[in-house]
């Protein structure tokens, strides 16, 4: 059923009850041309493009859970593509041009609000650095603007620019980036995918792959076995585990973040601004709630659970922002489980077993890759070579040194 | 203002002390002792907020944190507080308080035309909408949806209060004095446990003083005061009473305590609030339970209340929630609601049960008051206050019930969040009708209705019990588990959830305006797990936590998929338990505190000297020294740098990371550590090493001196002056354990100045006088040595990073002022002056050393023009990864100079280089500038920057592309050392 005011006022004259489930629940079939391991928000929208882009529907998305509930229900919402790198710049931009047709594409309003993205720098060396980035981001032809302090200070009034230990000297501001309902962008793409024909199994465990000569001919799951012709992972945060299922290694580390949200307050922040002398970024939904984040707690882990040193941290950071959030309360945190790659860049690339795709490594990036990451991962899965925009997140980066570094920090997962 | 609704007697409340209070600019009076929601109860103020979505008129609902309705901005100006629920705040003189969410007025609120629209307004649907055309969304549909949603306004200004943390330790953590907590505490108190007992509640004793419980024949708020005298008098017994603990996490409770929410200002030096950490062996969770709605019709209407509520606002707050009351209920306790509202001389109009049968001494309860059995509410009329209700009995008729206040009682809810915040999830039992938490952590036992033991007999025992178990397991002497005599209490109950059939919008969850058809709708749309359906309804997201909306929820859902509810589950409750002030989590650590200011010991001189300081990290530098007259900070740099290039200046290095080495080993481990070879350094000589990271870039450079054969000292950029350390450390004690060698920071042990320039050496001569030969000869460049003047040690390392003849002087770090005044004076007759860290940064960028705009992490060694320094004779750290085949590339963006074709052009750092006439794209950018200054000695701007295939292209120019700045200015790649390139100064 399409959605529209239209056919809301039409359901509502009847009480809502024509309404049909927004995706089929589906029961796992024998066999399918793609299986892809993990519904959350990368892997429903690489069924969903490789269904719309590629013809191919015959596939299924086997989630554990129930679809949406890992990171792209755990994350802080925000979308962007400011980055620094060649090698990253092409897939967050192509995310970004996805994110701004998503709406009318999906006919399913995930609210993306481009409302911006503000990265504050507080010394010379880091305003020379955003300059350096927002001068590769337009050369690809991303909007950047630099901001001096007074820029900064028209934007955003409230923020501690008198008594700040690091007082604000400007900003890296993208105005196309902004925030997406995060949940709702699982929907629309499970809902977008299952119309198109792709089965979404819920509840649906896989507890290992079936591989034969060297080629992956399937999944084991918990509802029985499944036959495949390509089989592709998309489970980030459990993302060495499933490979270990397929006897290989990724040079990925599982770590917690957190995030939190206040109560529902009056609108006080317009956009999104990231603190540049601590780890600290905040936006406001439409709800009400402030929606913020920091560092993550730093230590292997696959509980999705976190601990109060980090609470604090992430509250310093903010207090040094704008103390004037101090009396607005934290009402929930959370914790999701993010692949800490060795690089801080994904890894979308063929597993070491024919007909296996991997993607995976997003650190706690992933959110606002999803459509991009979906529509390089489906061209890969579906034709065999990487898309132009995708073509640097290869597996064996680590061996031949071609490493998408943004930050400089070298192997040390913890520290992307 | 009279109190109407105030009982004549009974109740907690100092009626001796009137309080005065206003509500939306009204002023009222209360008395010591009442919370704001009592007390406007007391004053017959029945209205007192507006929901999320619909804006419909709410009052009082509950008594304590579960409240959905009652929020109110608390405070006014920079103290204002929103969202703050008038349930939880203790009344204090001068209290003002303002409704929320509402326009123009609380009474009338144009908002609520939403009403109106509710057949649009249902979950999820901005799902469906608001897509066309899509520039709409940013420029009118989100603007106004946002200006609508929120509920109170934050001041906008910064938080004038401050916060405080504190560690607490103890055996016991007793979380809860309701009768479970006051038992465990007295018991393992008596017993010598270390107990802390932290009760949210300005009184401690819970229930106990909601109730018309006896305990030993005493009532049991009495009792509950003097368990609270003997706890006091237990010198191992800490009571942290305004104490909530929110969060349990790995190996500590957090708590917050509120130190002055009860006044009107924290007193002078007190903070706002604490957060506690609280590191307990056990831990006995004594939450009690939170009372269960009923979904009917109406249910939201300012009047319909929580039966426990009523008991509360009755028995402890003696305030009339109406006067003429109903009760509606699934269980045994709201017949005890209907018999102490009578008591109070409240009327009650009917007790209205789901059940068919009920106890007979249950039933005696409530006299001759009328009874419906096997009856429900279906629907509850009213705008502002509650009129009436209409119940269906058993034969199915509907009865029209003149009504002001409604009580309702739809079972318990054990409050076990607590014990689930490390993941395991709490279990529905059908026996209990609640959720238990059955797999509480390892060191968390739960006492009392938290533990779905519902009765004070039952509460008093596991308290005891469980206080009994921590004296035995911590070692203390048993004494005899007391014995508590109470009543014997009914406590049946009939799970009921939703009553059917109703004309009006029934409520599941009452801030975020989640009706019974909102989950309906989500079944239907295939939103069927739990956590489908909290996200696509908003249902239990609300700021009481979904604690008097969740549970039935997921049961209405249960019911519409013919799941039981074990089988839907539930969602997984996360810290924190009651919502937390960002300020209190921040503590100290805000504004100029954020993080700690770091001077050096010249700090004071600097001063004197009219420093301009910048950050550097933690530390505060010294920049520039302003003379009188010069107007531009490029003026005193470009007199600094002219200075020290023809005569002498003296620079506070002392920020940089200085790293002792002793052990015969050293030498050894540095050759594993720096890409050169350190090992065969002679005494009294210093070299200049660049260090890898594991994966093959560089982490960073520095000279080492070696002072002794087992003494040698490292310098670091101040940049990574811990990381290199901890870099060390980690390689000495995992993977070279067996190297005989200790190190220690020493940065703040050594104050250390550059004395640099052709006169440099005349300084220091005239400094020390005899105690030192510094001729060429007796001191060449790279030498270094200890000497004393006096008692005084005093470190001589010939280093320079400015390319001029200079030495670096190092004394004890008590002694910087007083060495950086020695060599002003020293050098008075010579032309000294201070320079800062820009005169510095011109300096090493003429000389082209790199620093760390270059040394970024994302550079190897021959980038950086240092590749050759690379030994080929030993293994060190990174040497592996550097020879990855993108590592030995030789077209990387390596290190070049750069100038201006236009003498008079500014470079900037950041601009990227693409060749000239072809517009700038991924594939023509070709590297970027990392360094820019102004050069006094060769009269223009000049930069470093990082270039592919950079050494080969001298002479080329390019253009240096910054569109976010100035625009373009064409450059000439240049070798990078634009002073002095055969370093025949530093040697002179």
Not at chain 1, 364 to 387: C, E, M, N, Q, W
Not at chain 2, 379 to 384: L, P, R, S
Not at chain 2, 467 to 474: I, P, Q
Not at chain 2, 853 to 873: P, V
């Amino acid at each position: 059923m399409r959605y529209s005011l239209l056919s809301l006022l039409a359901n509502a004259v009847s009480g809502h009850k024509a309404w049909k489930p927004q995706w089929r629940d589906a029961a796992p079939q024998s066999a399918y041309d793609v299986v892809i391991v993990g519904g959350g928000g990368h892997g429903l929208a690489t069924a969903y493009y490789l269904a719309k882009e590629h013809g191919i529907t015959n596939v299924a998305v086997l989630e554990k859970g129930w679809i949406g509930g890992g990171n792209v229900g755990r994350n802080t919402t925000i979308i962007r593509s400011n980055y620094l790198l060649h090698g990253n710049i092409p897939l967050y931009e192509l995310s970004m041009q996805l994110w701004e047709k998503l709406e009318q594409d999906l006919n399913y309003n995930a609210m993306i609000s481009q409302r911006g993205v503000l990265n504050l720098f507080h010394s010379d060396g880091q305003r020379d650095a955003y300059a350096r980035r927002g001068n590769a981001m337009r050369i690809h032809g991303v909007d950047a603007e630099l901001l001096d302090r007074e820029g900064v200070r028209k934007l955003y009034p409230f923020l501690n620019f008198d008594a700040a230990r690091f007082p604000i000297q400007g900003g890296l501001l993208q105005r196309r980036g902004g925030t997406a309902r995060h949940d709702a962008v699982a929907w629309g793409y499970a809902r977008g995918a299952s119309d198109r024909g792709v089965d979404i199994v819920q509840n649906c465990e896989v507890t290992g792959f079936t591989i034969a000569d060297g080629r992956v001919t399937g999944v084991r799951t918990s509802r029985g076995e499944i036959r495949a012709r390509k089989v592709a992972i998309a489970v980030a945060g459990s993302s060495s585990r499933v490979a270990a299922m397929a006897s290989f290694r990724l040079p990925i580390e599982s770590h917690v973040l957190q995030a939190f949200v206040s109560e529902g307050l009056k609108p006080i922040i317009p956009g999104v601004i990231t603190f540049g002398a601590g780890h600290f970024y905040i936006s406001q939904s439409d709800k009400g709630g402030l929606v913020f984040g920091g560092d993550i707690d730093g230590y292997n882990s696959y509980a999705q659970r976190g601990n109060l040193p980090c609470v604090e941290d992430v509250c310093e950071g903010g207090m040094a922002l704008m103390p004037a959030i101090g009396r607005a309360r934290v009402l929930r945190s959370w914790a999701g489980l993010v692949d800490m790659s060795m690089d801080g860049s994904p890894i979308i690339d063929r597993a070491p077993v024919d007909g296996l795709f991997v993607n995976a490594g997003w650190c706690y990036g992933g959110f606002k890759a999803t459509p991009g990451s979906g529509f390089v991962f489906a061209h890969l899965i579906a034709r065999d070579a990487p898309h132009p925009a995708a073509t640097r997140f290869r597996l064996d980066r680590f061996r031949t040194g071609n490493i998408i570094d943004e930050k400089g920090q070298g192997a040390q997962p913890n520290l992307h | 203002m009279t109190q109407a609704q105030r009982l004549a007697a009974g109740g907690l409340v100092d009626r001796s002390t009137p309080v005065s209070f206003s509500f939306d600019g009204k002023p009222f009076t209360g008395f010591a002792g009442d919370t704001l929601a009592s007390a406007l109860l007391a004053n017959g103020v029945r209205l007192v907020g507006r929901s999320f979505k619909y804006h419909r008129p709410r009052g009082i609902f509950s008594a304590g944190p579960e409240e959905p309705n009652a929020l109110v901005e608390l405070r006014a100006g920079a103290r204002r507080e929103p969202n703050t629920k008038a349930t939880c705040v203790e009344l204090y003189d001068g209290l003002s308080a303002e409704s929320q969410n509402r326009w123009p007025s609380l009474a009338f609120d144009l908002h609520a035309v939403n009403q109106f629209a509710s057949p649009l307004l249902v979950a999820g649907f901005y799902y469906k909408t608001f897509m066309w055309p899509s520039a709409f969304w940013e420029r009118l549909y989100e603007p106004a949806i946002r200006r609508a949603a929120g509920l109170g306004r934050l001041s906008g200004e910064s938080d004038p209060d401050s916060y405080e943390k504190a560690t607490a330790f103890c055996d016991l953590l007793v979380i809860g004095a309701g009768p479970a907590g006051l038992a465990a505490a007295l018991v393992a108190g008596r017993a010598g446990v270390r107990v802390i007992l932290a009760e949210s509640d300005f009184v401690l004793g819970g229930r106990l003083n909601c109730e018309t419980h006896e305990i030993d024949g005493a009532p049991g708020s009495a009792w509950a005061r003097q368990a609270e005298d003997e706890l006091a008098t237990l010198p191992n017994v800490r009571i942290m009473r305004r104490t909530s603990v929110f969060g349990v996490y790995d190996g500590e409770c957090g708590a917050i305590e509120r130190v002055a929410d009860h006044m009107p200002a924290p007193p002078e030096h007190a903070p706002r609030q604490r957060l506690w950490k609280i590191v307990a062996r056990q831990t006995i969770l004594a939450t009690g339970a939170v009372e269960r709605s009923i979904v009917f019709g109406g249910n939201d209407r300012p009047g319909v209340m929580l039966g426990s509520a009523m008991r509360t606002y009755v028995n402890r707050f003696a305030a009339a929630p109406g006067r003429r009351i109903a009760v509606f209920t699934t269980g045994d306790d709201g017949w005890r609601t209907a018999r102490d509202l009578r008591t109070a001389g409240l009327s009650v109009e009917c007790v209205v049960d789901t059940r068919h049968t009920i106890a007979p001494d249950v039933l005696s309860l409530t006299g001759d008051t009328a009874v419906y059995l096997g009856s429900h509410v279906v629907d509850a009329f009213g705008g502002h206050g509650l009129r009436s209700i209409d119940i269906r009995d058993a034969g199915g008729i509907r009865k029209r019930v003149a009504v002001d206040a409604l009580a309702v009682s739809g079972g318990w809810n054990p409050d076990v969040a607590l014990a689930t915040h490390l993941g395991a999830s709490p279990t529905w039992s059908d026996a209990k009708a609640a959720f238990l938490a059955t797999e509480p952590p390892r060191s968390m036992a739960l006492a009392g209705a938290a533990a779905g033991h519902w009765t004070l007999a039952e509460a008093l025992h596991d308290g005891g019990t469980l206080g009994m178990d921590a004296a035995t397991r911590y070692g203390h002497p048993q004494l005899a588990q007391p014995r508590f005599r109470t009543s014997d209490e009914a406590t049946e109950v009939q799970a009921c959830w939703h009553v059917g059939g109703a004309r009006s919008k029934a409520f599941v969850d009452l801030q975020n305006d989640v009706t019974d058809r909102d989950i309906a709708l989500a079944a239907r749309e295939g939103f069927r797990s739990v956590e489908h359906l909290k996200r696509y309804t908003t249902l239990g997201m609300a700021t009481d936590q979904g604690r008097t909306s969740n549970v039935g929820g997921l049961a209405i859902m249960a019911e519409l998929t013919g799941r039981t509810i074990a089988e839907t589950g539930t969602t997984r409750a996360r810290p924190p338990h009651i919502p937390v002030a960002i300020g209190a989590f921040a503590g100290l650590h805000r504004d100029t505190h954020f993080k700690p200011t770091r001077l050096t010991s010249g700090h004071q001189w600097a001063t004197g000297q009219g420093a301009t300081f910048v950050d550097a990290g933690q530390w505060l530098r010294a920049q520039w020294f302003a003379r009188p007259g010069e107007t531009d900070w490029l003026q005193s740099v470009t007199r600094e740098v002219r200075t020290v290039r023809s005569a002498v200046g003296v620079c506070d290095v002392s920020t940089l990371g200085k790293i002792a080495l002793t052990g015969p080993d050293v030498g050894t481990f540095l050759d594993r550590i720096y890409i050169n070879t350190f090992s065969t350094l002679d005494v009294g000589k210093v070299r200049y090493g660049v260090m890898l990271r594991e994966d093959g870039f560089v982490m960073d450079d520095g000279t080492t001196a070696r002072l002794a054969p087992d003494h040698w000292m490292m310098s670091t950029t101040t940049a990574n002056a811990a990381k290199v350390m901890q870099h060390l450390e980690f390689c000495h004690q995992v993977l070279w354990p067996e190297l005989d060698v200790q190190m220690v920071s020493v940065t703040e042990q050594w104050a250390q100045y550059a004395v640099a320039g052709p006169r440099s050496r005349a300084l220091l001569q005239q400094l020390l006088g005899t105690v030192a030969d510094l001729s060429n000869e007796a001191f060449p460049y790279l030498a270094c040595r200890e000497f004393r003047c006096g008692s005084l040690p005093v470190r001589l390392y010939r280093i320079s990073f400015s390319g001029e003849l200079a030495y670096e002087i190092a004394v004890p770090a008590n002694y910087g002022d007083a060495l950086a005044q020695a060599l002003i004076d020293a050098g008075r007759d010579l032309g000294v002056a201070p320079y800062g860290t820009e005169a510095l940064s011109v300096m090493r960028i003429e000389k082209g050393h790199v620093a760390g705009n270059e040394i970024n992490g994302q550079t190897i060694a021959s980038d950086l023009g240092l590749g050759r320094m690379m030994s080929t004779r030993k293994d060190y750290v990174g040497r592996v990864m550097a020879a990855r085949p993108a590592l030995v590339d030789s077209k990387r963006p390596s290190l070049v100079g750069l100038k201006p074709v236009d003498p008079a052009a500014r470079l900037r750092a950041g601009a990227h280089f693409v060749a000239r006439g072809v517009p700038a794209s991924p594939e023509t950018d070709d590297g970027y500038m990392t360094s820019t200054a102004f050069s006094p000695t060769l009269g223009h701007w000049i930069g470093l920057g990082l270039l592919a295939d950079g050494p080969r292209r001298t002479g080329e120019r390019l253009r240096a592309y910054d569109p976010v700045r100035a625009g373009d200015v064409d450059v000439e790649v240049v070798p990078p050392v634009f002073v002095d390139p055969k370093g025949e100064r530093l040697r002179a």
